[in-house]
C-alpha cells in the first residue's frame, strides 16, 4: 500500500521506514540532532500510532513519521534561527528536504503544518489529522499526560528512553531563546524565557492595550464637506 494513501491506522501495517523517502528523513534527523532530540520524536511517532489507532483516524502515514520526526528540526545548531520561531525554522528545513526527495508539494505542506502547529493543539486539532495527532503525541511524550490510556506494556516499552530527557530538553530551548527571546511572548514558551532568560518580561495583551498611545485621545471628526442647507 502506498504511504501516501491515507490509512486507517492499525487496518494496514506501516511500513514507512522502508521508503527512500522516509529513509532520507531519519538520516537528517540522525545527523542534525543529538540523542536526546532524537529518542524523542521516535517516541512520539510511536505514541502518534497508538493515539491514531485507538481513534481509527485516517491518515497519511509519511506525512505523520516526517513531521513528528522532524519536528525539532529548529532546536538543532544546523537548522537554528535567529529570526523565527524553531517550529517555524524546523518546518521550513523539512519541507526543503522533502521536497529535494520529491514529495507532492501538497504534502509537504502538510508536514510543515505538522512541524510548525506542534505546539500550539488548539489550532493543529483544526488543521489536519496530521497535524492534530502528531500535536498530541508530542506533547504526550514531553508532559507524561494522558499516557494511562493505553496499554502500560505499550507504554513502558515506548518511554523506556524517556528518563533524563526533560533537562537537556529546556536547555535546548533555552539556547534557541538567546538571540531572539521576543519569539517566547505570548507562547508556551514564556515561562521558560522568564526563568532563564535574562531580562526577559513578558508584557499582557491588556497593558498594551491600554497603554495604545490612542486609548485616551478623543476621536476627531471625519466630516469634510459643508451644508448645502
Known amino acids: 500500500m502506498p504511504l501516501h494513501e491515507p490509512t486507517i491506522v492499525g487496518q494496514a501495517e506501516p511500513t514507512q521506514r522502508h521508503t527512500q523517502l522516509a529513509e532520507a528523513v531519519e538520516a537528517l534527523l540522525e545527523e542534525s540532532s543529538p540523542r536526546f532530540l532524537i529518542d524523542h520524536c521516535h517516541r512520539s511517532f510511536e505514541l502518534a500510532m497508538l493515539i491514531a489507532h485507538a481513534r481509527g483516524i485516517e491518515l497519511?502515514?509519511?506525512v505523520l513519521f516526517a513531521g513528528v520526526l522532524l519536528h525539532d528540526l529548529g532546536l538543532t545548531p544546523t537548522f537554528h534561527s535567529s529570526e523565527v520561531r524553531f517550529e517555524v525554522a524546523g518546518a521550513n528545513a523539512a519541507r526543503d528536504l522533502l521536497r529535494a526527495e520529491g514529495m507532492d508539494p501538497a504534502r509537504a505542506e502538510k508536514v510543515w503544518d505538522v512541524i510548525a502547529l506542534h505546539t500550539t493543539g488548539g489550532i493543529a486539532?483544526?488543521?489536519s489529522p496530521e497535524a492534530s495527532v502528531g500535536s498530541e503525541a508530542i506533547g504526550t511524550d514531553?508532559?507524561?499526560l494522558g499516557l494511562e490510556r493505553?496499554?502500560?506494556v505499550d507504554i513502558a516499552r515506548i518511554m523506556a528512553?524517556?528518563?533524563g530527557f526533560a533537562e537537556p530538553f529546556i536547555h535546548a530551548i533555552v539556547t534557541d531563546l538567546q538571540d531572539k527571546p521576543q519569539?517566547?511572548?505570548s507562547t508556551w514558551m514564556t515561562t521558560i524565557a522568564a526563568d532563564h532568560i535574562q531580562g526577559f518580561h513578558q508584557h499582557s495583551v491588556e497593558e498594551l492595550a491600554l497603554r495604545n498611545s490612542f486609548e485616551k485621545q478623543r476621536p476627531r471628526s471625519t466630516r469634510t464637506g459643508r451644508s448645502l442647507g
Do not use: L, Q
Open 142 to 144: 514531553v508532559t507524561g
Open 161 to 163: 528512553t524517556r528518563p
Open 125 to 127: 486539532d483544526f488543521k
Open 150 to 152: 493505553f496499554d502500560p
Open 183 to 185: 519569539v517566547a511572548s
Open 60 to 62: 497519511d502515514v509519511e
